[in-house]
């Protein structure tokens, strides 16, 4: 079926070269381990929905820019957050190891660009994404460099980003090579996007560009070398053709109520609102695929590394600083204990992975290091993506904040959970990738379905209130 997004225009777009701080930082950035895991994954893919901005609004943001529409406003005010920005107008380099038959990765910020393509979605309208129970497959439309892998960026931008205009509102899905920067850097080179276009000639939040890794190779003055045969730019992962991507909405009094059965059942008080939650989804989407017992399931949780370090990381690090903790137990004692028991699992995991343990993990990785592969993972396994934290209802181009976010295809797998806050503080949005008979079985369940309500009536009240 033909797609009803259609490219109007694309752009490279460069940094405009207004700052100095471009040229005053290092024009070489040398990977670190948490960098070098993501080359065989697909680029990130974030997505936040406006409303399309009134005639007025639009003539205001403009004079920042002295332009005199939305695309090209956003195109200067990118050129110009760029500029703090040099590692996402670079581009991925290598220098390869014959004798030895390794290749070395790093980014070169060479000012090669950012791509910029502006688009128009025929006849779609914001009710039609907010309203959906799920996300709708022209979403995915709405993304550049859909299927590209990190490992591409030789020839890729490092970042990419779409606004596509609706009928009634604008989406700005950005594509973002995960070599580059983790969700925490993304979200703060985005707040910096829309405090220029909102015409800050500096920014609130200078990021720390160097990169920082703080077991035996702090000053990354010798190149991770990588065995040839365990990096393979061009094959890609490619996900099950029948997955879709459910939308189900925790209210703060469901949140409140999970955390507090987790941690009653438990006796304890360090179960956290998204642990229980995680847990709550694991454990019903194991239930409804009434698997053997003695099959094996994984939890995976991206852990930001920034406050755990000791000394901790510097102030605005921009770059890569998660670590994924995996919970791997048997379905049958997953569901033979309480639901507060596998919340502790997630809680315990993520708790154990102190500075020690870290040090271990990759001093253990340096002497034999795997690049991860999405089609190498395991059955029923779960993976999670954002961030309850990252809160961008805040971030406003100009002419008002975001209704909604979704995710494009990007690393797509059955399980994979992104993460995001409601309307309402302390409310939750998952968008979980599932088989259309696992996300049958899921809203026919009972246990589930206690927690679970309505995505539309908040997003209902929330545009019309702005419109």
Not at 300 to 326: H, K, Q, W, Y
């Amino acid at each position: 079926m033909a797609s009803k997004v259609s490219i109007i225009s694309t752009w490279t777009v460069k940094a405009a070269g207004r700052s100095q701080h471009h040229t005053d930082n290092c024009k070489i950035i040398e990977l670190t381990p948490w960098d070098i895991l993501e080359l065989q994954i697909d680029y990130f893919q974030t997505g936040l929905l406006f409303l399309m901005p009134t005639f007025e609004q639009l003539r205001d943001i403009s004079k920042a820019t002295n332009t005199s529409s939305l695309i090209d406003h956003l195109r200067v005010s990118l050129s110009r957050a760029l500029d703090f920005f040099p590692p996402f107008c670079g581009r991925l380099d290598t220098t390869k190891d014959e004798q030895n038959g390794t290749t070395s990765f790093f980014i070169n910020c060479n000012n090669d660009g950012a791509q910029l393509n502006h688009a128009t979605a025929h006849g779609i309208r914001v009710s039609d994404i907010v309203e959906s129970d799920y996300n709708p497959y022209v979403v995915r439309d709405f993304f550049p460099l859909n299927g590209v892998q990190n490992l591409e960026a030789a020839s890729q931008p490092c970042f990419a980003v779409q606004v596509t205009e609706l009928e009634d509102g604008v989406f700005i899905g950005c594509s973002n090579n995960h070599v580059v920067v983790d969700g925490t850097s993304f979200w703060h080179f985005y707040n910096s996007w829309t405090e220029i276009s909102r015409g800050f000639n500096v920014i609130s939040k200078i990021p720390f560009l160097k990169r920082q890794f703080p077991f035996n190779i702090n000053h990354l003055s010798d190149r991770i070398s990588i065995p040839n045969e365990r990096v393979n730019a061009g094959h890609s992962f490619t996900p099950p053709p029948m997955l879709r991507e459910r939308v189900f909405h925790f209210t703060k009094e469901s949140v409140a109520k999970l955390k507090a059965k987790a941690n009653l059942e438990m006796n304890t008080t360090k179960i956290s609102s998204l642990q229980a939650v995680l847990a709550h989804v694991w454990r019903s989407v194991i239930r409804c695929r009434r698997l053997d017992l003695s099959e094996e399931t994984t939890f995976e949780v991206s852990i930001d590394m920034r406050e755990r370090l000791n000394p901790p990381l510097p102030e605005g690090f921009f770059g890569n600083a998660i670590c994924p903790a995996t919970v791997t137990i048997k379905t049958g004692e997953l569901l033979e204990h309480k639901f507060g028991w596998a919340a502790l699992q997630i809680n315990e995991t993520i708790a154990s992975h102190d500075h020690e343990k870290l040090k271990c993990i990759y001093e253990s990785w340096m002497n034999d290091p795997e690049v991860v592969k999405l089609g190498d993972l395991p059955s029923n396994y779960f993976m999670l993506n954002n961030s309850p934290r990252f809160d961008f209802y805040k971030y406003d181009f100009g002419w008002g904040k975001p209704i909604t976010h979704r995710s494009g295809i990007g690393n797509m797998l059955e399980g994979k959970i992104t993460v995001s806050p409601g309307q309402e503080e302390g409310s939750m949005i998952l968008e979980i990738c599932l088989s259309s008979e696992t996300i049958q079985a899921l809203e026919e369940d009972v246990i589930f379905g206690e927690f679970v309500t309505t995505l539309v009536v908040g997003l209902e009240r929330t545009i019309r209130a702005r419109i």
